[in-house]
Structures are given as C-alpha cells and as structure tokens.
C-alpha cells in the first residue's frame, strides 16, 4: 500500500506559526488533504489540494506541495490553543481510497 | 441533515462474540468506507463501497464483513471479535466525484476482552 509519514509530535507557542510536514509515496496521487481531530471527535477536513497545484492557502492555512519530492506541509498562522489536535496528512489515489499518516499532535502552550 | 451517524458510540465485547457496527448517511453520498484507528498508526482502510451494492476490501480486511443494501447504509460485521480488533472505528462518506467534501462519523470505540 500506499505509504505517507509525518512526524509524532509538536509544540508551539500560541501567537507563532506553526508547520507540519508529510511524505508519500504514491506518485499517482490525485489529492492530498490535511484532516483535523480534536479529542474523542472525528476527522475534520481541514483543506485540501490538487495534485497540480504547488500552493493553496485558506484563511490561516498554508498548504504547500512539493510533487517532486513528494513533501506536503501546513502551515497555520498565529497558532491559537483551539488548534491542539492531531492533524491528518492524507492522499487519494485513482481509486478514491485515502491513505492516511499516522497524525501529528500539535500542542500549543501560553 | 444529520450527516454521516454512527451507533454505538462505545461497545465491549467478548473474544468470539459476534456484532454489526451501524452507518447511516443521509447526503445521498455514493462512496462509503470503513477505517479503524489504532494509536501511531493513523487510519486504514477496513472495506468501502462505490454504490449500492458494491462492495470491496481496503487495506485491513481480515475479520470484518461488509454489506450496501441501500445508499444511506453501511454495517459492519464483526463475525468473531478478537482482542487485536480493539480499536475505534470511523465510518466515512463522499460524493464519488468530488475531492472536498469528505464526512466522517464520530466513531465508535470498541473493546474486545
């Protein structure tokens, strides 16, 4: 299958940005979206991007895509403590199925 | 609309004991699809359906069962539960054709001592 990583874990301070990054592997990938789960919720979608696309932005969100190197990143802008969650990287292939990352946990702390 | 819903929202059952976790949407979604989540390992894909009727295996498929009777519903059977199928469970749906709308149930958490 298809595999996507990012990493585990991070904590920013409340006002500075924060960026979260992810890797896949499937280069047939057609979309690649950034879910949002908040404790004992589901997922969130939070935005998403085409494949062709380099860039998308969306109020305080930042998607940035790197085909080439198959690197995806979000980028939130004046992190604020509504934003602790663990954040989704996915991708859709052909077929429509999602394959997901193992989700990183954004702390924000005062 | 109430969305995509999912019941129950906790459940623990006994190693072979059987049981059906339910799925409804109401949005006249085609697409369908079951995923469990387990810690550090994000969400894989159990089974989904592209329509009525149809079904397929995803990623993790072993010891689940599925059935699409109707567009709005999506079971998922349990045949004989064991400790590894511990998990919670997300029940998802989407218009087939379209990449930004994506629902997910709220999920349902499931123990099998």
């Known amino acids: 299958g298809e595999d996507v990583e990012q990493s585990l874990f991070l904590s920013v301070r409340e006002g500075d940005s924060s960026v979260i990054n992810c890797t896949y592997t499937?280069?047939?990938?057609?979309?690649l979206y950034w879910y949002k789960q908040e404790p004992g919720a589901g997922l969130q979608l939070l935005t998403y991007?085409?494949?062709?696309?380099d860039m998308k932005q969306d109020q305080r969100l930042t998607v940035l895509l790197n085909k080439k190197d198959k690197h995806l990143s979000l980028r939130i802008a004046d992190t604020q403590t509504g934003d602790s969650a663990i954040y989704f990287c996915a991708e859709r292939s052909n077929d429509y199925k999602l394959s997901f990352g193992a989700g990183t946990t954004v702390t924000v702390r005062a | 609309n109430a969305g995509v819903t999912q019941t129950p929202k906790f459940q623990v059952l006994k190693t072979g004991q059987s049981m059906t976790l339910q799925c409804a949407q109401d949005m006249n979604h085609e697409y369908m699809s079951w995923y469990r989540q387990d810690p550090g390992m994000g969400l894989r894909l159990i089974h989904y359906?592209?329509?009525?009727?149809?079904?397929d295996q995803g990623e993790v498929p072993n010891g689940y069962n599925v059935s699409r009777s109707t567009t709005e519903d999506f079971p998922l059977r349990l045949l004989s539960a064991a400790p590894s199928q511990t998990s919670v469970y997300f029940c998802?749906?989407?218009?087939?054709?379209?990449?930004?709308?994506?629902?997910f149930g709220p999920g349902t958490r499931l123990t099998v001592l």
């Open positions: 499937d280069s047939s990938s057609t979309y």
């Open positions: 998802a749906s989407s218009p087939r054709l379209a990449a930004d709308t994506q629902y």
């Open positions: 991007i085409f494949s062709n696309m």
């Open positions: 359906s592209v329509g009525a009727g149809i079904t």
